[in-house]
């Protein structure tokens, strides 16, 4: 008997790079790679040309870590909101929902991770020097520390948030209406509101 019958080696190699895409399991991979066969050379290029030029042309804030196409984002570039609290987050993508559900207003930093000894991801891994120097040149009213629950996002509040008392920061944390270990990418607007609204100032200590 012969080889079992299987898809072409190219249409593996094609079902092999979506599976590596987040969230992306082997039948939704194959049926992605299915759909851009069926469709012909169109929908492949159009996809093609969009990852190229998101590729080339999107890039991180400088202030905030944000994307962009530009030198800073809108927020960034916004003088409305110079000079006001300054939210932190884990992620860039972090910053999207709280600007969605309309309940921040002033300014963004992203972390770009939070602290987690066991996978080497240490202070100077992170966007955390350049948190400090926003600080200490536009004077915010406020640093809000936007961070998830679960045991590295409490690690990384309380170095922050030693720093920031050092540096003459006022420092508040989100209240903790997000469930425990959650983030917020998927947090509904009304608890990213909820929290935002309760949320409590860390008073220095030592």
Request: proline share 6%; aromatic share 4%.
């Amino acid at each position: 008997m012969g080889e079992p019958l299987d898809y072409p080696e190219a249409m593996l190699a094609l079902i092999g790079a979506l599976r590596k895409l987040p969230g992306i399991g082997p039948r939704s991979a194959e049926r992605m790679a299915l759909w851009l066969v069926r469709n012909g050379n169109e929908s492949a290029e159009a996809l093609a040309a969009a990852l190229q030029l998101a590729r080339t042309e999107v890039q991180a804030c400088e202030s905030c870590g944000f994307f962009t196409t530009e030198t800073l984002c809108a927020v960034c570039q916004d003088p409305v909101r110079q000079g006001q609290p300054i939210c932190v987050v884990e992620q860039a993508s972090d910053i999207l929902p709280l600007e969605r559900a309309g309940v921040f207003r002033g300014t963004y930093h992203s972390l770009g991770g939070k602290l987690s000894p066991l996978d080497r991801v240490g202070p100077e891994q992170l966007r955390i020097e350049t948190l400090m120097e926003r600080v200490r040149t536009s004077e915010p009213g406020e640093v809000i520390l936007a961070l998830s629950g679960d045991v590295e996002g409490e690690a990384t509040a309380g170095y922050l948030t030693k720093l920031l008392h050092e540096a003459g920061a006022s420092v508040s944390r989100i209240a903790q209406g997000m469930p425990a270990g959650s983030s917020l990418e998927s947090t509904d607007p009304v608890t990213l509101a909820r929290a935002m609204e309760f949320r409590t100032r860390l008073e220095r200590t030592g």
